[in-house]
């Protein structure tokens, strides 16, 4: 049995990237933060439809260190982490608080990295091991009024760099898939006219869908990939590009 953790699998993208992987044979941790009723309709469905494989549910806030014992507690053996929670914060640089740095460095950087820790040994002893960080084209380009955010998402491509040739002799690979804007929960705050200003700076003149996104998760979990470690996939319409 082949089996992964995806974070944030009651989100938009870690919704799909569970549908993906589980079409892929995979079996699953869904883990959710708040929104427990999403990722029970999840497990029924994949549970209905790939009754050979198996689905765990975990709960944890990832915003907090003291979350990561509790997690590994629950992992039995794991192959593959895909980190897809978490949200960003808006505004100028002159507003953000020292708390809001703090969540949002704990949630998409500290404690990650921490959960890699604490699964490394397990995911040695797997073949073709895998992790994938969803990041984001603002670490990558940089986004003004989400200086902070962007900041933490450049931290995770950093950080799958450097870890990706720390474990490379394993087989393990460490990617990030860059998304540009998609079509989800995070970006339902825009306005009609909001949009169509986004849309309209983008070349494909549209918003992503979740499964552009987990199409390419998919691809890195799959054996065909060991050669491809330490890399960005920037999946944004082109923009920003
Ligand atoms: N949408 C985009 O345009 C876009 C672009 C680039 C990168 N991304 C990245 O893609 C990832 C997923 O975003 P999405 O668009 O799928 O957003 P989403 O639909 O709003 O999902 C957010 C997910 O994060 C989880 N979460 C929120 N606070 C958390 C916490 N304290 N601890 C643990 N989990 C928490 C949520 O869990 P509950 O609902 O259970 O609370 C949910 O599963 C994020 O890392 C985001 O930065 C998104």
Redesign the pocket.
């Known amino acids: 049995m082949k089996i992964a953790l995806v974070?944030?699998?009651?989100?938009?993208?870690?919704?799909?990237i569970c549908q993906s992987l589980a079409a892929d044979g995979w079996s699953l941790y869904l883990?959710?933060?708040?929104?427990?009723q999403?990722?029970i309709q999840l497990l029924k469905e994949l549970e209905q439809s790939f009754p050979k494989q198996e689905f765990f549910l975990v709960?944890?806030?990832?915003?907090?260190a003291t979350?990561v014992s509790a997690l590994k507690n629950q992992l039995f053996s794991l192959n593959a982490l895909v980190?897809?929670?978490?949200?960003?914060e808006f505004g100028l640089l002159r507003d953000l608080t020292p708390e809001s740095m703090d969540?949002l460095w704990n949630?998409?950087v500290k404690?990650p990295i921490l959960i890699a820790q604490a699964v490394q040994e397990k995911i040695h002893r797997t073949e073709n091991g895998r992790i994938v960080?969803?990041?984001?084209?603002?670490?990558e380009m940089g986004s003004s009024n989400e200086v902070f955010?962007s900041t933490v998402?450049g931290a995770q491509i950093a950080f799958v760099k450097a870890y990706s040739k720390e474990v490379a002799s394993w087989g393990l690979t460490v990617n990030a898939v860059?998304?540009?804007?998609?079509?989800?929960?995070?970006?339902?705050h825009y306005s009609g006219d909001e949009l169509l200003d986004l849309k309209s700076e983008i070349p494909m003149g549209r918003?992503?869908e979740?499964s552009e996104?987990s199409f390419w998760v998919q691809q890195l979990l799959k054996p065909e990939s060991a050669y491809m470690t330490g890399q960005t996939l920037t999946v944004s319409g082109g923009w920003l590009k």
Do not use: C, E
């Open positions: 974070t944030g699998a009651s989100g938009d993208i870690g919704f799909s883990h959710y933060h708040s929104n427990k999403k990722v709960q944890a806030d990832l915003s907090d979350a980190f897809a929670h978490g949200t960003t969540y949630m998409h404690v960080f969803i990041s984001s084209i603002y670490g955010y998402k860059s998304a540009g804007a998609i079509n989800t929960q995070m970006n339902s918003l992503g979740a996104i």
